[in-house]
């Protein structure tokens, strides 16, 4: 913010139109605090451009990340949108101001599913299992390095009756970074079966490459 007023005068000084505010808060889900701050700080730029005697500015961009998927409600859009619309009512009740999203991972986030299938695994002397996935972080778990949990189901439904053992998840690559989850507990599987991640939508093609030769999955519509 000890920038916005220089910033200002800089397009004063040039003949610019500043058409307005953008922010986005993160993509990790929406967190009611980062949007007041945002959203007040949007306000005294506003503010600030009417006391440089500027164009008043009539678009406010409060970014994306709304997810309904978490299970820390508190940051699902579903709980924090009512509030975010009071904020906004509150510092931009004008209608001059056009106010926008980007809802790519409200739209996307559950449509898309990445099954993956088990190629190899050892049993250590603890009990524990590793499992090898025909597709690891470079193949559509890249998320895991942004700090984002991942799960794993059976495909098969029947598979989580069996016993379970504290069990480790790896991708094909030969990278020590190459892992999906670690020591959580898990039904017993085959090699040859095949696990599914949900909600697969947002943030795992689009960072995906074909590292160590591997190729990317392969993608099917079902409509």
């Not at 967190?31 to 730029?45: C, D, F, G, T």
């Not at 009512?82 to 739209?107: C, K, M, W």
Request: with cysteine; charged share 20%; proline share 4%.
């Amino acid at each position: 913010m000890e920038d916005v007023v220089s910033l200002l005068q800089c397009a004063q000084s040039l003949s610019l139109r500043v058409k307005g505010v953008a922010f986005h808060t993160g993509s990790g889900g929406v967190q009611y605090a980062s949007y007041e701050s945002s959203i007040v700080n949007a306000r005294k730029i506003f503010d600030m451009a009417l006391e440089l005697e500027m164009q008043p500015m009539d678009l406010l961009d409060i970014g994306g990340g709304f997810t309904l998927i978490l299970p820390n409600s508190s940051k699902n859009f579903d709980e924090v949108a009512p509030r975010i619309n009071t904020l906004l009512e509150t510092h931009f009740p004008e209608d001059s101001v056009q106010i926008i999203a980007e809802p790519g991972r409200y739209i996307c986030e559950s449509v898309v599913y990445l099954a993956s299938c088990i190629i190899g695994q050892k049993t250590l002397e603890s009990g524990n299992k590793h499992y090898y996935l025909n597709n690891g972080i470079y193949q559509g778990y890249m998320v895991r390095m942004f700090g984002e949990d991942m799960e794993i189901e059976p495909l098969d439904p029947s598979i989580s009756s069996r016993p379970c053992r504290n069990s480790t998840w790896w991708g094909q690559t030969c990278d020590s970074c190459d892992w999906v989850i670690k020591n959580k507990a898990h039904p017993e599987y085959e090699t040859g079966e095949w696990v599914l991640t949900c909600n697969h939508g947002a943030y795992h093609k689009d960072l995906s490459c074909t590292f160590n030769g591997f190729e990317l999955p392969s993608v099917f519509y079902i409509f």
